[in-house]
C-alpha cells in the first residue's frame, strides 16, 4: 500500500481521502485479491452502481422537469453506461492503476468494463470516506457534459421485437458459447429471426449479447424507425 500511487489519484478525481485504505480497495481487481488474499472492489462496485444510479436519477429530475418517467430512464441508461463511464475515466487517466494479478498482467488484456467498474468502486469509496454529499459532488461534476448534453439510448432488443411482432415473425436467442477467464465471461448469442439465424454476436452479459445480436440483425432487416 506504501507504494500506491494516493496523490496522483486523488489529484485527478478531485477529492482527498481521510481513510487511504478506501481508495486502494476501490483499485483492487478482484483477480489481485485473490491471489494476495486481500479485498477487491467487488463489493464496492455493487454499491457504487446504487448510489450512482440515485444521484442521477435525482439530477435529471431536477434538469429535465418536461420529460417523463421513460424518457428519463433511457437518459439515465446512456449516461451510467460501461461505454459512458470508461470515456469518463479514460479522461482522468487512473486506469492504469488498477491493482492486478501477474496472470492477468501477462496476458496484456484488460478485462471488460474496468473502466465503468472502477468508476463506481471509487464513488463508493468517497461515499464510506465523506458521505452523500462528497459522493454527489463528484458525480455531478464527472458527468456534467453528460448530464447538459441529454444523452440517449437507443434499446435495439424491444425495437427488434416490435418489429417481429408487426411483421409477424417468430424470433429467438439463442446461447451458443460462454467463455471463462480468469478476468472475464464472455457470452455468444444467436438470433433466429423466422427460423434463420441472422445474427451472432458476444457480450460481457447474456443482456448486453442479445442487445448486439438484435442491433446486427436490425440492420440487416433493413429496419427504420
Do not use: W
Not at 421485437?161 to 457470452?187: M, P
Not at 458476444?202 to 424507425?225: E, M, V
Amino acid at each position: 500500500m506504501l507504494d500506491f500511487p494516493f496523490e496522483k489519484i486523488e489529484a485527478a478525481i478531485g477529492y482527498t481521502f481521510k481513510n487511504k485504505k478506501l481508495l486502494c480497495t476501490a483499485f483492487t481487481h478482484s483477480s489481485y485479491a485473490n491471489e494476495n488474499s486481500v479485498e477487491g472492489n467487488e463489493r464496492m462496485e455493487f454499491f457504487g452502481d446504487a448510489i450512482l444510479q440515485f444521484v442521477t436519477t435525482e439530477q435529471l429530475m431536477k434538469t429535465y422537469k418536461n420529460k417523463d418517467e421513460g424518457d428519463l430512464s433511457k437518459i439515465r441508461s446512456a449516461i451510467v453506461s460501461a461505454e459512458g463511464l470508461t470515456k469518463v475515466v479514460d479522461e482522468m487517466g487512473i486506469e492504469d492503476y488498477v491493482l492486478m494479478s501477474k496472470g492477468a498482467k501477462k496476458c496484456n488484456t484488460r478485462p471488460k468494463k474496468l473502466e465503468s467498474n472502477l468508476y463506481e468502486a471509487i464513488l463508493c469509496a468517497i461515499y464510506l470516506d465523506g458521505g452523500l454529499p462528497v459522493a454527489k459532488k463528484f458525480v455531478l461534476t464527472t458527468l456534467s457534459k453528460q448530464f447538459k448534453n441529454a444523452p440517449t439510448v437507443v434499446d435495439f432488443a424491444t425495437e427488434l421485437q416490435e418489429y417481429c411482432q408487426a411483421n409477424k415473425l417468430s424470433f429467438e436467442y439463442k446461447l451458443v458459447g460462454q467463455s471463462v477467464t480468469e478476468i472475464d465471461t464472455t457470452y455468444t448469442y444467436q438470433l433466429c429471426v423466422a427460423g434463420t439465424v441472422v445474427a451472432t454476436a458476444d457480450g460481457d452479459t447474456k443482456k448486453q449479447a442479445k442487445h448486439n445480436c438484435a442491433k446486427i440483425s436490425l440492420k440487416k432487416l433493413n429496419y427504420k424507425k
